[in-house]
């Protein structure tokens, strides 16, 4: 209902509206206001789904990588520290022997020392994303997946698959 006051050569107006919604073909007819909050619902499981995704993918390549990781430092541990391990010794056997000069000891000895640095700090950056694999995956799904394969270990640094 609304109230016109209009010009002096006019008189003052008053509507009244009055709408009355036919009922033919109600059933093939959209309610808008239901259809615009299914949408928003639609929507945000969308959002939901997509984020879910996203999230998993990060996990994925975080596991990926600390599963490199892990082989990695096994393969330190298997080849390159016991050879490393070897020159050291043989270069301290040839300078017994009067063969080989103390700069080659130290230097062999530093080469050491460089490895074994280097499979600590790979044992590091694997511990860092076991914590961010561990901080990602929440405590409910990591109790329901106990006994699955993907089971990580207590200390992932320590051992070697």
Same mark, same amino acid.
């Given at each position: 209902?609304?109230?016109?006051?209009r010009?002096?050569?006019?008189?003052?107006?008053v509507?009244?509206?009055v709408?009355i919604?036919?009922?033919?073909?109600?059933?093939?007819r959209?309610?808008?206001?239901?259809?615009a909050?299914?949408?928003?619902a639609?929507?945000?499981?969308?959002q939901r789904?997509?984020s879910?995704r996203?999230?998993?993918?990060?996990v994925?390549a975080q596991?990926?990588?600390?599963?490199?990781?892990?082989e !990695? %430092?096994?393969?330190? &541990?298997?080849?390159?520290?016991? *050879?490393?391990r +070897?020159?050291t010794?043989?270069? #301290?056997? $040839?300078?017994?022997?009067g063969?080989?000069?103390?700069?080659?000891?130290?230097?062999? !000895? %530093?080469?050491e020392? &460089?490895?074994?640095?280097?499979? *600590?700090?790979? +044992?590091?950056?694997t511990a860092? #994303?076991? $914590?961010q694999?561990?901080?990602?995956?929440?405590?409910?799904?990591?109790?329901?997946?106990a006994?699955?394969?993907t089971?990580?270990?207590?200390?992932?640094a320590?051992?070697?698959?």
């Amino acid at each position: 209902m609304t109230y016109s006051q209009r010009g002096s050569a006019y008189s003052n107006m008053v509507s009244v509206n009055v709408a009355i919604p036919l009922q033919w073909d109600q059933k093939n007819r959209q309610d808008r206001e239901l259809a615009a909050k299914l949408a928003l619902a639609d929507q945000a499981e969308a959002q939901r789904e997509e984020s879910l995704r996203a999230h998993i993918s990060e996990v994925r390549a975080q596991i990926q990588d600390w599963e490199n990781g892990r082989e !990695r %430092r096994a393969r330190y &541990e298997r080849e390159l520290l016991p *050879l490393a391990r +070897e020159r050291t010794q043989a270069a #301290l056997g $040839a300078y017994r022997g009067g063969k080989a000069s103390l700069s080659e000891v130290l230097s062999a !000895r %530093r080469n050491e020392i &460089e490895v074994r640095m280097q499979a *600590l700090q790979l +044992e590091m950056e694997t511990a860092r #994303l076991w $914590a961010q694999i561990n901080f990602m995956i929440p405590d409910e799904a990591a109790s329901r997946h106990a006994n699955t394969p993907t089971n990580f270990p207590a200390n992932p640094a320590r051992e070697t698959k």
